[in-house]
Nanobody, 124 residues
Framework: QVQLVESGGGLVQAGGSLRLSCVAS????????MGWFRQAPGKEREFVAG????????RYADSVKGRFTISRDNAKNTVYLQMDSLKPEDTAVYYC?????????????????WGQGTQVTVSS
């Protein structure tokens, strides 16, 4: 049984930092592209960042480029999202997801496993 469990969310002031973690169990993590998505109240879920199975290729949404960094430690079956220079508009529930391919994509429907999400709130 595949399970993705996120942690690290919380309340932070604008300009602050948070580091999200996603622990994957039940799948050979090095073969799956992984992604982070987020969903704010009243908005659709959007792509934030993705990373390939081996960690050599990553991609970001324009809104977070230069502020967020995705990484993974396959020995620990864990994917991270380092979020710096946070803004109030980054407030959302953040979800970790595993893609059905080695490389990550921007498209949510191409991810087959999802975590329950972790709340990130950035105050102004």
């Amino acid at each position: 049984q595949v399970q993705l469990v996120e942690s690290g969310g919380g309340l932070v002031q604008a300009g602050g930092s948070l580091r999200l973690s996603c622990v994957a169990s039940g799948l050979p993590s090095s073969t799956y592209g992984m992604g982070w998505f987020r969903q704010a109240p009243g908005k659709e879920r959007e792509f934030v960042a993705g990373i390939s199975g081996g960690g050599g290729t990553s991609r970001y949404a324009d809104s977070v480029k230069g502020r967020f960094t995705i990484s993974r430690d396959n020995a620990k079956n864990t994917v991270y999202l380092q979020m710096d220079s946070l803004k109030p508009e980054d407030t959302a529930v953040y979800y970790c997801a595993a893609a059905a391919a080695y490389f990550s994509t921007y498209v949510a429907s191409q991810y087959v496993y999802w975590g329950q999400g972790t709340q990130v709130t950035v105050s102004s």
